[in-house]
């Protein structure tokens, strides 16, 4: 099957087929970097780092180049800047502003566990190209100087005789829609009311370079022509697939769409325009009037959502179980949903790195999986399909596909960074249960040799966290161990301490598939004899046997743990 994406431009699902399978290339608008992200800024991180990671599945992490730009120059951060640090020169402060912003967003989408990507340009750092491609577009007779400004003509671009696209097409609407649905800056300079800027003259103090087209006083660019430069830069004239939210789509990537096409005179400038939804809070639009304006941070750091913090990767499950495409109404319940959905998968991983090891294959497709993902980024079908694979975790053939899937939608942290603690447990387990043990007798508490610690308490015992660790690893007293049995007891009423069933080491799992072929091959020569006799020594190793016939008749043997 091969993968789908739907083009905003085209306005249709179709094959993506890259212009080079070894070097394949994506852009995504990136932060303005002026203040905190908000939950609405997660959606795109989360949405183009699946894509990212599905993309380096298919065509190989060397082969696959993202860029997510940082915009470091714009009003908004010169106003922050003005605000926050009166004191300081304007070009001072901005570098402040910008450098703790950026850090900010850095950790929060880290937090969400983002990759980052390939590469990340400043706009600062390619005021060069912008200048290359402004001069382009005026000796081209698309864009025209005018009390030094440089603006650009759609007007121009449409009347223009080449292979180059509708001004509005990406929007899908006429000059005369968009300039009534648009605020309109209306400047005496305007040729026209949808001429946009392209560089304008600096005001004092503020950042600015020596200008294009001969304009003698020094300037800065626009907004739309920075990303048209930093995608020039990094991808070429013309990449695989650029992205955003859906609201970048009128002006800015109809604006980016035209510059780039009408430089370089081409009829494209991605050949996939792929754009997410709108999110919403509780059935409302977010905005700071409403004082349901959430930042990424305060899901992460505080309780201003729910009543509590949340895991990164909470935030990113109830992303995904979201078509991109569609509007999302992020709701504490859609929280607490993703989170049991997250805890239940935890707590068979015991079961995943029992059959594959500490470090789980990543070349094993999962082909139903992936097929969704194919099918334009369809992560809620995805994760029906991996809720499906969690609970068949005892096939033996099922659980390396479901650690790649957690992989590709950046979610195997949360399974494995569990499991590296339980692990952490597990090595002196059995010593702190006989200290447990004998310590209980000293205090006063019954001893037995019939207690016993199941899978499923000792998988319980391991997710109340560090309490219970920093319990089991220090000298206590007697109200420590109280405190620690009362712990013990909220789990399992009889608290039933004494044997641990594990489910089989990477190195014994070579011995059960070597005895299973044994076995195997003497039910095929009527040896039952020694087929009962390798089902036993099977049994000792705490592995269960079920025989029974596939769908053709066949006889087949499925195995579990105790």
Same mark, same amino acid.
């Given at each position: ?49 699946? %894509?990212?990671?599905?993309? @380096? ?33 304007? *070009? ?34 390619? #005021?060069?190209?912008?200048?290359? #491609?402004?001069?382009?577009?005026? !000796? ?22 080449? $292979? ?6 990406? =929007? ?6 968009? #300039? ?141 179980? &979201? ?11 859609? %929280? ?12 068979? !991983?015991?079961? #995943? ?49 479901? $650690? ?11 399974? %494995? ?55 089991? =690893?220090? *000298? ?12 013990? !007891? &909220?789990?399992?009423?009889?608290? @039933?301490?004494?044997?641990? &069933? ?19 091959? =003497? ?9 009962? @006799?390798?089902?036993?020594?099977? !049994? ?11 769908? *053709?008749? *066949? ?8």
């Amino acid at each position: 099957m091969e993968l789908r994406l739907y083009d905003t431009l085209t306005k249709e699902k179709r094959p993506f087929v890259p212009l080079d399978p070894k070097n394949v290339r994506m852009y995504v608008c990136g932060p303005t970097v002026y203040d905190f992200a908000h939950i609405g800024n997660a959606r795109p991180v989360i949405v183009f780092d699946v %894509l990212f990671r599905l993309l @380096r599945h298919l065509y190989g992490e060397a082969h696959v180049t993202y860029v997510r730009n940082i915009t470091d120059v714009d009003d908004k951060i010169n106003d922050r800047a003005a605000r926050d640090f009166p004191g300081l020169r304007l *070009n001072e402060a901005i570098r402040k502003v910008t450098e703790v912003t950026e850090k900010q967003f850095h950790d929060d989408v880290d937090g969400l566990g983002s990759l980052r990507p390939t590469v990340e340009p400043r706009a600062t750092e390619h #005021i060069a190209e912008m200048r290359a #491609i402004i001069e382009k577009l005026v !000796a081209g007779g698309f864009a025209y100087v005018a009390e030094d400004h440089v603006l650009f003509s759609p007007q121009a671009m449409n009347a223009a005789n080449a $292979v180059l696209p509708r001004y509005g097409a990406l =929007a899908n609407r006429s000059l005369d829609e968009m #300039i009534a649905g648009a605020r309109v800056d209306v400047a005496p300079y305007k040729r026209d009311n949808t001429d946009f800027v392209l560089w304008k003259p600096a005001k004092p103090g503020e950042p600015s370079w020596p200008s294009p087209s001969g304009i003698a006083v020094p300037g800065r660019p626009g907004w739309h022509i920075e990303c048209s430069a930093m995608a020039w830069k990094h991808l070429g004239e013309r990449f695989d697939i650029h992205g955003g939210g859906i609201d970048l789509v009128f002006p800015h990537h109809e604006n980016e769409l035209a510059q780039s096409c009408c430089a370089f005179h081409a009829d494209r400038m991605a050949n996939v325009w792929m754009h997410n939804g709108f999110l919403q809070v509780e059935g409302e639009k977010m905005s700071k009037s409403l004082g349901n304006f959430i930042t990424i941070r305060e899901l992460l750091k505080s309780d201003k959502f729910g009543g509590r913090r949340w895991s990164g990767e909470v935030l990113r499950l109830a992303m995904l179980k &979201r078509h991109y495409r569609s509007p999302i109404d992020w709701t504490v319940g859609s %929280l607490v949903d993703a989170e049991k959905t997250l805890d239940k998968w935890r707590s068979r !991983a015991w079961y #995943i790195r029992g059959a594959l090891g500490d470090e789980p294959s990543r070349e094993i497709v999962p082909t139903e999986f992936v097929h969704a993902l194919l099918d334009d980024l369809n992560t809620p079908e995805a994760i029906s399909i991996l809720e499906a694979m969690s609970n068949a975790l005892f096939d033996s053939k099922v659980h390396p596909w479901f $650690v790649t899937a957690l992989e590709i939608l950046g979610l195997d942290g949360y399974v %494995l960074r569990d499991l590296r603690s339980f692990n952490r447990a597990e090595t002196n387990f059995d010593r702190v249960l006989t200290k447990f043990l004998s310590e209980t007798e000293r205090h006063g508490g019954a001893r037995s040799d019939n207690w016993k610690l199941s899978f499923k308490d000792a998988l319980g015992l391991a997710h109340m966290g560090r309490k219970i660790e920093r319990l089991l =690893a220090t *000298n206590l007293s007697s109200n420590d161990w109280d405190d620690l049995r009362r712990e013990l !007891a &909220r789990i399992d009423p009889e608290v @039933r301490i004494h044997t641990l &069933r594990r489910p089989p080491k990477k190195r014994s799992l070579d011995r059960i598939n070597a005895l299973l072929s044994k076995r195997a091959a =003497a039910r095929a020569r009527k040896d039952f004899g020694e087929s009962d @006799r390798i089902r036993d020594e099977l !049994a000792a190793m705490g592995v269960v046997l079920k025989d029974g016939k596939d769908a *053709n008749g *066949n006889p087949i043997t499925t195995w579990e743990i105790a």
